[in-house]
């Protein structure tokens, strides 16, 4: 044998070798199936940035199934979430940016992140506590520079088995008007059941409202449609908060039934949402059936063009939905993707919205002594969702939204 033929030879041998070890998707040759992979739970560090002087890192949480979450801690912010659709390609069903200074930048809307130390609206940006009144610097949010906008310190986790990353946060006295030190923490865990479960605690030493949430903005096509009209949503809920202009809740509790919000079976958000005349779209706080503190379904959504299905759960008394009103495509999102009106939904699980002047909502306010607790878990799939059987008369998608 020549040499030529000799290297010839060697090469095809070579290329055999890296074909039978290789997964065959590295070369295009199918399409990447959730069952095709099986990746180590595990952990990675990113650094994503910097701003006023601190180090972002982003975090990507992986399961043995492939499933990534990824957080930064800039405003403990969910940035992305993998999952496989029902051929098991994956896809990202949050909207997100590529960059820290689109998360700082002041068209973000909140994207993905934790927010405190109360969530959603304060009346008049005021509260009375005992007897003092505090005076915020915002009625929305957590005030000017809410817990979404801080730099948060990260902690190992504790239980290794699963992937899993803790955030911190403290913040001081007087902080955007709130009183007392608050000391926050919110894990998050990727289970091998495909679940995202965040849990927050947190503690004071003097008597303070706290309401924690997550402010992720879902789209289950995996990026198949521009638009989240299609989604069919189920929310466990008889009652939904009146409020008045600005959407500050009035105190009263009003049936859904008869009503565009009446999600208590499986309907296409898109379905009614032209006869929601305020806030331009979805944007209201539901009162949960479950209001004992313990862990129950919340609500469940299903996309049909990809098969993805997900399952909320908490143990909190209300969520608020609101369908990216005010999402426009002069933003652009993740790959430089411009955003679209009603280009995904929040569930956001939290106490109801200006609990402190609202005396008859449940108990928003942690005193010294106390653990506030709460967890939300996000449960993703493939296939109809809980409950979907009644659904079988719904028109199919909805065109030209």
């Not at 990746?39 to 002087?53: A, D, P, Q, W």
Request: charged share 20%; aromatic share 10%.
């Amino acid at each position: 044998m020549n040499r030529i033929a000799f290297f010839s030879r060697l090469c095809s041998l070579l290329l055999i070798t890296v074909y039978a070890w290789a997964p065959a998707h590295a070369f295009g040759l199918y399409p990447q199936q959730l069952s095709d992979r099986k990746s180590e739970t595990s952990v990675s560090k990113t650094y994503f940035g910097e701003t006023e002087g601190q180090k972002v890192y982003q975090y990507t949480l992986t399961n043995s199934n492939g499933l990534q979450v990824k957080v930064i801690n800039y405003g403990g912010t969910i940035t992305d979430i993998i999952t496989p659709d029902n051929k098991g390609q994956m896809g990202s069903i949050v909207l997100g940016f590529d960059s820290l200074s689109s998360y700082t930048g002041r068209a973000n809307a909140l994207m993905g992140a934790s927010v405190g130390r109360v969530a959603n609206r304060i009346t008049d940006k005021r509260f009375t506590l005992d007897g003092k009144e505090y005076i915020l610097t915002s009625n929305i949010h957590g005030g000017m520079k809410g817990f979404d906008k801080r730099v948060w310190a990260i902690d190992a986790p504790r239980d290794k088995k699963e992937a899993a990353i803790q955030m911190t946060y403290f913040s001081k006295d007087g902080e955007e008007g709130f009183p007392g030190n608050l000391q926050v923490t919110i894990t998050y865990t990727l289970t091998e059941a495909n679940e995202l479960k965040i849990d927050y605690s947190a503690k004071t030493d003097q008597a303070t409202p706290v309401i924690l949430t997550n402010h992720s903005y879902f789209n289950l096509s995996g990026g198949k449609d521009n638009k989240a009209l299609n989604t069919e949503l189920t929310i466990h809920a008889d009652q939904y908060l009146e409020a008045s202009e600005g959407n500050f809740p009035t105190g009263k509790r009003l049936d859904v039934k008869g009503t565009p919000f009446d999600f208590t079976s499986p309907q296409l958000i898109g379905l009614r949402i032209a006869d929601v005349k305020q806030n331009n779209g979805y944007d209201l706080t539901y009162v949960l059936r479950n209001q004992s503190g313990k862990l129950a379904l919340a609500a469940t959504a299903y996309d049909s063009l990809s098969g993805r299905a997900m399952e909320v759960y908490t143990t909190e008394p209300g969520v608020v939905f609101y369908t990216g009103n005010y999402l426009s495509e002069r933003t652009k999102g993740r790959g430089g993707k411009p955003f679209a009106k009603n280009g995904a939904f929040c569930l956001e699980t939290q106490h109801f919205p200006d609990s402190p002047n609202h005396p008859d909502f449940p108990n928003s306010i942690l005193r010294p002594g106390e653990t506030y607790q709460s967890q939300t878990v996000y449960k993703f799939m493939t296939g109809q969702p809980v409950g979907r059987e009644v659904s079988q008369t719904l028109p199919g998608r909805l065109k030209g939204n």
